[in-house]
């Protein structure tokens, strides 16, 4: 057996979230407690918050889309801006994991969203063990 990566230090938040997509120029109408993340951009508002929350800090605007079932993965920080490499060592334990993700980044902290079904096995390949191999009949 290889020896394992190093621990790039995951932390797994219990809240799950939901993804959710907004007209441009859409606000909350509060701001959710916990982790939450907005970005504009030309085309549309993506919310990042609790599941919970969702209903309460849209208001009067219903999402054009929402995706339940994801959680955060923290890395323990603060991260110097100066590293370089970071974010594509995560992209390769969870792609040779199979796990798709996306990423948030904070000033100081870097997150990652996978799906909730996925959240122990990409902490445990972040954590530094070895992605398991394939089921037979699925593509790598």
């Known amino acids: 057996m290889a ?3 190093p621990d790039l230090g995951p932390r797994l938040d219990p809240t799950h979230l939901a993804v959710s997509r907004f ?3 859409w606000r909350p109408a ?3 407690e916990g982790f939450a993340s907005v970005v504009e951009d030309d085309d549309e508002v993506t919310l990042v918050c609790a599941e919970s929350a969702v209903a ?3 208001g009067d605007t ?3 889309e929402s995706e339940h079932g994801w959680r955060r993965v923290t890395f ?3 991260l110097p801006w100066e590293v370089v490499g970071f974010l594509a060592d995560v992209a390769g334990r969870l792609a040779a994991a199979r796990i798709p993700f996306a990423s948030v980044a ?3 902290t870097d997150h990652v969203l996978v799906r909730a079904a ?3 096995l990409a902490v445990s390949v972040l954590a530094g063990e070895p992605a398991p191999e394939p089921r037979p009949g699925v593509e790598a």
């Open 118 to 120: 996925q959240a122990d």
């Open 3 to 5: 020896s394992p990566l």
């Open 56 to 58: 309460e800090v849209s």
């Open 62 to 64: 219903a999402p054009l």
């Open 30 to 32: 509060t701001w959710p």
């Open 76 to 78: 323990a920080g603060p």
């Open 106 to 108: 904070a000033f100081t």
């Open 23 to 25: 007209p441009r120029g």
